[in-house]
């Protein structure tokens, strides 16, 4: 496929467009290595971590955004230096306050411990933070070489229920993504499958907002501006989340039907080289958004998802002091504007609406994230 860069006053073909198939997003824009992605950041990070004596190392915190990149980041950081990976306990372990899960992992000055997802080692319950309440005594008086790991939305309400944050100490962050670090970052992902050149225009202008060959600094001034003004504006959409990122711009990419193609713009793509993927502007792009008939059950449903990351229909049902039934029709709810989806630990909220999702507890008054 083939298109050239059109005048400013001129209209664009009206071609038919689609959704790019998976096979092409799989090719233009691949899934990225996610454990690589945060990689060299955490090892620069924890270097001193691992070369200080266990009693000197104390503990390093990270904060994630929900589907942070830092968590495969951070199991195989531990796997490639031999660090012991503490796996969370079971529901019915926390509801149990069953301490027998201290009997799992050696909690010992002298061993180093990786807590990879401390959001699922308690549950928003009035039995629920029993055996984490625990957790911090133990670290306190034992004081083990830790690095732990916990999502945004769980942070929150860790720090104001039980001030995690007196023995998970100095919380960092990833920086997030801006404009032009995303500019860099998809152009690696796209040609990391050793294709030829690909050309991604806007379909309302169809100047290009990423070009896999293109040197940045060669655009005009118009285009770099709305190059820019779409990556911004992925930017702050996703707030500088990657995995959010990456979704919606897999997302916003169309395909030409290629008859279409050729008939209308082919004549006039005499010097463009490559293939080319359309990309809908923002005003154009549907994305996934809470309906009109959502309301409370819907809404503590997100917010408990947020907090631990995922849960089951059965935990949610025995948590919430909801009506079984009331539970099901918000989860059916939720998952029918594609804002859930059943995973391998229950429910989460998708990526490419997390967004909204963010945007909608806002509304309903409950505490953000300072991600």
């Known amino acids: 496929m083939k298109v050239r860069q059109p005048n400013k006053d001129e209209e664009l073909p009206d071609v038919d467009l689609r959704s790019a198939p998976d096979h092409l997003l799989d090719w233009v824009a691949p899934e990225p290595d996610w454990a690589a992605q945060g990689q060299p950041i955490l090892a620069d990070t924890l270097r001193s971590w691992l070369d200080a004596a266990p009693a000197d190392a104390g503990t390093r915190t990270f904060v994630g955004a929900p589907n942070s990149v830092f968590r495969p980041a951070l199991l195989a950081w531990a796997q490639e230096h031999d660090v012991f990976i503490v796996d969370p306990p079971t529901s019915k372990q926390i509801l149990a306050v069953d301490e027998r899960w201290f009997e799992q992992w050696p909690l010992d000055p ?15 319950h009035q039995n629920g933070l029993h055996l984490f309440r625990s957790l911090l ?10 690095v732990a790991l916990v999502d945004s939305w769980a942070w929150t309400y860790l720090h104001h229920a039980l001030h995690a ?17 995303l500019d860099r970052w998809l152009r690696q992902i796209s040609l990391r499958n050793g294709h030829r050149r690909v050309i991604f225009r806007l379909t309302s202008d169809g100047r290009a907002v990423l070009d896999t060959n293109g040197d940045p600094g060669d655009d005009t001034a118009d285009n770099h501006k709305e190059r820019i003004s779409f990556l911004k504006e992925l930017a702050m959409r996703s707030r500088g989340n990657p995995r959010v990122a990456w979704e919606m711009w897999r997302h916003s990419l169309r395909v030409a039907a290629e008859d ?7 004549e006039n793509a005499e010097h463009d080289t490559g293939l080319t993927i359309w990309v809908y502007p923002w005003d154009d792009l549907a994305l996934p958004e809470p309906s009109g008939d959502m309301g409370k059950i819907e809404s503590f449903v997100l917010h408990m998802l947020l907090i631990h990351g995922s849960m089951t229909d059965a935990l949610l049902m025995q948590l919430f ?31 490419l609406g997390y967004p909204a999702v963010r945007a909608f507890l806002d509304q309903e008054g409950f505490p953000l994230d300072p991600l």
């Open 165 to 181: 944050d007196a023995v998970f100490t100095y919380p960092q962050t990833l920086a997030p993504f801006d404009e032009s670090r």
């Open 321 to 351: 002091p909801f009506s079984s039934t009331d539970v099901l029709h918000g989860l059916h709810r939720l998952q029918r504007t594609e804002l859930i989806q059943r995973g391998e630990h229950g429910w989460y909220v998708l990526p």
């Open 110 to 124: 002298r061993v180093r411990l990786v807590f990879p997802c401390l959001e699922r080692c308690f549950l928003r």
């Open 260 to 266: 279409e193609l050729d008939e209308q713009v082919e």
């Open 137 to 146: 005594e133990r670290l306190w008086e034992t004081r083990p070489p830790v």
